[in-house]
């Protein structure tokens, strides 16, 4: 079992920055890929970001330049750091983990981003 603790989220204006904290527990961690999705009112969940346990990342068009994935196997845990914030930033951020060897996934509880114009 895994249990994945977000934080960092909150209130900021726009072109601000945060950095949002995922830890994990369990012995997965190292093996496992990493990721943060984010899910605005009224829409869908979508990835943001993706960290292999390699360190090789993705991040979906509206975010690059700006946000940076990082992950810390030692701590078992991954950051995601967002700078130049812009209001559709909004939303509450997911922490996943998906250990890629084992058929389930896991998910945080989420953290609210919210980004003032």
């Known amino acids: 079992q895994v249990q994945l603790v977000e934080s960092g989220g909150g209130l900021v204006q726009a072109g601000g920055s945060l950095r949002l904290s995922c830890a994990a527990s369990?012995?997965?961690?190292?093996?496992?890929?990493m990721a943060w999705y984010r899910q605005a009112p009224g829409k869908q969940r979508e990835l943001v970001a993706q960290i292999t346990r390699t360190g090789n990342s993705y991040y979906t068009d509206s975010v690059k330049g700006r946000f940076t994935i990082s992950r810390d196997n030692a701590k078992n845990t991954v950051f995601l750091q967002m700078n130049t914030l812009k209001p559709e930033d909004t939303g509450v951020y997911y922490c996943?983990?998906?250990?890629?060897?084992?058929?389930?996934?896991?998910w945080g509880q989420g953290t609210q981003v919210t980004v003032s114009s």
């Open positions: 369990g012995s997965i961690f190292s093996i496992s890929t």
């Open positions: 996943y983990c998906d250990p890629t060897v084992l058929s389930v996934k896991y």
